[in-house]
Antibody, heavy 127, light 113 residues
Framework: QLQLQESGPGLVKPSETLSLTCTVSVGSISDSNYFWGWIRQPPGKGLEWIGNIYYNDNTYYHPSLKSRVTISVDSSRKQLSLKLNSVTAADTAVYYC???????????????????WGQGTLVTVSS | DIVMTQSPESLAVSLGERATINCKSSQSVLYSSTNKNYLAWYQQKPGQPPKLLIYWASTRESGVPDRFSGSGSGTNFTLTISSLRAEDVAVYYCHQFFSGLFTFGPGTKVDIK
């Protein structure tokens, strides 16, 4: 049974870098049948997509976060990472990692729905 | 970006009654080459991560009860819970993956009347 476990500091100071890791329990993180994503949820609010990374290390980021975010994969450790720099209080949220379904159609890769989610980790930005 | 809207923001339904949630996208999420709508629905209970219910707008994920159904095409979609049970109290989100830049709807909270 696939498990995704987010980890990292629960408190980050303003202007510093938020760094989170997601450890994948089963399977290869480089499997081209899947992609990996980060999604966040401010307290009491809705879901906000942060970005995705694909089997070929291509990434897509939310336009409003693109200048501050980096998503990467360490296949040997089966870990997905998120770095968000220059954080403010507005970045306070529960951060989820998720695995998504990826398919190939006429030679093109297409990222689909998120089928497995981690439990999430709360990150508070405060001095 | 494709903007997703949902209505209503919240609804209260009696046990055993039907709950209907609407989702609208700012542009079509129907991909003509595959004839599939690139839309999913998730259920999120308090303190839990979202759980996938429906993908391709109408395909139920394995293990999801058949009282949950999705319909619609293009820009207008509906999630229906045919006979509400107490364990269905949650917030429901639609999600478009037509664009490489994913977006979620704002969510609809379902409660018991």
């Amino acid at each position: 049974q696939l498990q995704l476990q987010e980890s990292g500091p629960g408190l980050v100071k303003p202007s510093e870098t938020l760094s989170l890791t997601c450890t994948v329990s089963v399977g290869s993180i480089s499997d081209s049948n899947y992609f990996w994503g980060w999604i966040r949820q401010p307290p009491g609010k809705g879901l906000e997509w942060i970005g995705n990374i694909y089997y070929n290390d291509n990434t897509y980021y939310h336009p409003s976060l693109k200048s501050r975010v980096t998503i990467s994969v360490d296949s040997s450790r089966k870990q997905l990472s998120l770095k968000l720099n220059s954080v403010t209080a507005a970045d306070t949220a529960v951060y989820y990692c998720a695995r998504g379904n990826y398919e190939f159609w006429s030679g093109y890769g297409m990222a689909n729905w998120f089928e497995h989610w981690g439990q999430g980790t709360l990150v508070t930005v405060s001095s | 970006d494709i903007v997703m809207t949902q209505s209503p923001e919240s609804l209260a339904v009696s046990l055993g009654e039907r709950a209907t949630i609407n989702c609208k996208s700012s542009q079509s999420v129907l991909y003509s080459s595959t004839n599939k709508n690139y839309l999913a629905w998730y259920q999120q209970k308090p303190g839990q991560p979202p759980k996938l219910l429906i993908y391709w707008a109408s395909t139920r994920e394995s293990g999801v009860p058949d009282r949950f159904s999705g319909s619609g095409s293009g820009t207008n979609f509906t999630l229906t819970i045919s006979s509400l049970r107490a364990e269905d109290v949650a917030v429901y989100y639609c999600h478009q993956f037509f664009s490489g830049l994913f977006t979620f709807g704002p969510g609809t909270k379902v409660d018991i009347k």
